[in-house]
């Protein structure tokens, strides 16, 4: 028997090199401080590198390869690392600090569990083109591809869900990995963009400097984001405006990103065109501008969905006519001349035919726009307006505008929204969850201010409300962050609550507990027959929890309670609770069922106020009827 | 609004047909599978590939034949575009193009058929690469429609074993995709 023992391959340099590193992820690896400057490090120089790109809040999660990042922290005090309780969080929590500020959100993980549990936060960034730099550490080099205690191939996993991804594997390559991860993520159409760094890399002795903004744009050739449209398109679509009587405008999230909200208004104004919005487009324009239409798509306001399908030029800007938009797009605007803006040329074509096509960022493309385009007097539009405002009242005053619960002493969703962003003056963000909440947020929440409405809309990840209100509410200490968040969303992710407490990260959340699963109740009753199934979420006492939490909490069952309530939430000094108990059996109307067009919108479903009436229960379509209806529109 | 308004064309219905696209990467490693991951999450075939190094050692040239309808083909190259590692992609499916693909085909053989499968072979332009007792292999290059006829004509030796490299594809003139990529 010779010394080497079981090692495969023994006395071949692999396999010292393996050993080596085996015996590397247990040594003791602390940085040796006593006396003199010690060497700097990789995990120095990703600390450096993020300081440089301006981002000083890490969400994140400690595990053994990461460790030693850890290590160093102490030595780069304008770092602050908040621990949450799961990597889920981490990665919603950056997501919500990058759609609130604006800025790059960071969120880091350790290997293996630690990398995948970040994932379903990735793929909400990537979904909603949100600027993320997601960073996880990974098993030393030479042990890559050995299923090493925590390893897994995180890049191949990110791959497809991210704008971009790097395994580094030496610590002279994190200056500039670091460096081009940012850039890709926050230009262009922003996306997350993952780096997955070996221990060896953060451990490893580095010299490397930091590179320059020229020297990393100089470094990707095959990365050229186009800003400005094609000139003679933009002059096209300056005479389709010209020429247009029903022009709408719909404008998406690209708006926010390229900070035109201004230039958005500017042409609204000049050619008096109505401005409808997407769910990520919420907040390009003060809902209470005169030309502020409304909310559109498969939840969206009727009024809304009419005049686009009574359009003669739509003019999409930074929206992608994604299928919750645009329904059946066989039916869809059917007079319609199609504009579509977006600075992805993969967007343009992919759902719907362009007619006009423009590539370039919405400012640039908005601010070369706006000279072209005629002015438009209001009285040449009068008699368009004027039918716009007829349906308007029409869909706002139906009693499905919300359900008209609270007239009867039931706590309705859609006013508990209203009253939260009224008594927050419409200047809070309002983080949505994923279902019925969501849609509420989206219809009711009367926002104001651009990036004020955060919500996965692309992904649809339940359990997104309370983290990435954690996000939103460091990105932006001087406003009020809510989380309104419904109780199967809530339950998915908090464990945050501990985080809040302790961070003191002052997150106000609006617990929508309608002890259901309300969206899947809703489809089950009207998309599936009445055959319930799952949709009956039990729940703790969440005044215990919030108890157990030290979070302070109210519990609202009735429509008088509820602006005390909001109030004295607000005037705690940190995180609050309340507990809304809502109606249980109320639907959000109006609603699209999936391969219907925009002309199909179902407005209400039974007997009027059965939704909100307690002890209604048992399914309004008999389920044992063969000629009950499925997918049946009004 | 009447409902007579015609129904509203979707993207992409024309006739699916092998189109070739030709990629200039980074030759780096994991780029390979970015494209290929890219093609199978977008729902696009990949019908062939081939992938080597370029003139300049930091860049590999791609070849991919994919079928489809044209908007089809052209989300592909737009969202081949996206990735940060790819450098230029251009369809030349339209183009004046030299298309060439290399097959190696190992065919049964005997005394007897020796002499007519070394003829053939010559006939098509192609070679016989090794000869044994029992068994021949065949070379040919050429475009992928010569290749299946000489398969074709193969198949009474009885084919063993067959590999093809799939289409390789240059442009004819001056012009060079390659002088094109921006750096």
Known sequence: ?634 | MSGAAPARALPGSGDARRHLIVAIVNNRPGVLNRVASLMRARNFNIESLAVSVTERSDTSRMTLTILGDEVHVEQATKQLYKLIDVLKVEDVTDSAIVEHELALIKVRVTSKSRPELVSLAEMHHGRVVDLGDDAAIVEIVGEPGDVDRVVELLREFGIKELVRTGSVVMARGSGSIEEQVKR
């Open chain 1, 1 to 634: 028997m010779t010394q080497t023992g079981h090692v495969p391959g023994a006395g071949t340099s692999a396999a010292l090199a393996t050993e080596r590193a085996r015996k590397e992820m247990l040594r003791d690896a602390r940085i040796e401080r006593r006396g003199g400057p010690r060497p700097r490090i990789g995990a120095d120089a990703l600390c450096e590198a993020l300081l440089l790109q301006g981002s000083n809040i890490i969400w994140g999660y400690p595990g053994g390869v990461i460790l030693p990042l850890y290590d160093v922290l102490v030595d780069h005090p304008g770092l602050r690392h908040i621990l949450v309780r799961h990597e889920q969080a981490a990665a919603h929590a950056a997501d919500g600090f990058a759609r609130a500020s604006g800025k790059v959100g960071v969120c880091l993980g350790t290997s293996g569990p630690g990398a995948t549990n970040l994932v379903t936060g990735i793929g909400t960034s990537m979904l909603d083109s949100v600027p993320v730099v997601a960073i996880t550490g990974n098993v030393p080099g030479v042990l890559l591809g050995k299923d090493a205690f925590q390893e897994i191939d995180i890049t191949g996993i990110t791959l497809p869900m991210t704008k971009h991804n790097y395994l580094i594997r030496s610590a002279d390559e994190i200056p500039h990995a670091i460096a081009e991860a940012f850039h890709i993520a926050r230009s262009g159409r922003p996306g997350p963009v993952h780096v997955d760094i070996t221990k060896d890399a953060l451990m490893g002795e580095t010299t490397a400097p930091h590179p320059t903004q020229a020297e990393v744009e100089a470094g990707l050739p095959g990365y050229r984001p186009k800003l400005d449209g094609h000139a003679r398109q933009i002059k096209v679509l300056a005479d389709a405006i010209a020429a247009s009587k029903r022009p709408v405008i719909l404008a998406g999230h690209g708006i926010l990103i390229s900070q035109a909200e201004r230039e958005l208004l500017e042409l609204a104004r000049k050619a008096q065109i109505p401005v409808a919005w997407t769910l990520l487009g919420i907040g390009v324009i003060d809902e209470s501008d005169p030309l502020a239409y409304g909310y559109m798509g498969m939840h969206g306001w009727k009024h809304v969905n009419r005049a686009i399908q009574s359009a003669d030029l739509l003019i999409g800007i930074g929206m992608r006519y994604d299928d919750r938009v645009t329904g059946n797009v066989r039916t869809f605007a059917p007079s319609a001349t199609i504009v579509h803006v977006d600075i992805d040329p993969a967007e343009i074509g992919k759902n719907v035919v362009a007619d006009i096509p423009i590539v370039g960022d919405a400012k640039h493309v908005l601010a070369a726009l706006i000279p072209l385009t005629p002015s438009v007097a209001p009285a040449a539009r009068a008699d368009y307006f004027a039918e716009l405002a007829t349906w308007r009242t029409a869909s706002e005053s139906s009693a499905w505008h919300g359900s008209g619960g609270w007239r009867d002493g039931v706590l309705s969703a859609d006013f508990v929204v209203e009253r939260i962003a009224e008594g927050s003056q419409h200047d809070a963000n309002l983080t949505a969850d994923v279902g019925q909440n969501q849609m509420w947020v989206a219809r009711y929440g009367g926002f104001k201010r651009a990036n004020s409405h955060l919500s996965s809309g692309g992904l649809g990840t339940m359990g997104f409300a309370l983290p990435a209100a954690m996000g939103a509410a460091v990105a932006v200490p001087e406003k009020t962050s809510w989380a309104i968040a419904g109780d199967g969303g809530f339950q998915m992710t908090l464990q945050e609550l501990a985080t809040i407490v302790q961070e003191r990260i002052p997150v106000k959340i609006a617990l929508m507990d309608n002890k259901k699963l309300g969206m899947i109740r809703q489809w089950q009753e009207i998309v599936y027959g009445g055959n319930y199934h799952s949709e009956q979420l039990a729940g703790p006492d969440y005044l215990k929890l919030c108890d157990a939490y030290s979070l302070p909490a109210w519990k609202v069952s009735k429509p008088e309670e509820v602006d005390a309530a909001v109030a004295a939430a607000l005037a705690v000094d940190g995180p609050a609770l309340i507990w809304f108990e809502i109606a249980e059996r109320q639907n959000v109307y109006p609603m699209m069922p999936a391969g219907k067009g925009l002309s199909d919108l179902i407005d209400k479903w039974g007997d009027d106020g059965e939704d909100v009436t307690e002890g209604s229960s048992g399914p309004r379509v008999d389920p044992t009827d063969p000629n009950a209806p499925s997918g049946a529109t009004k």
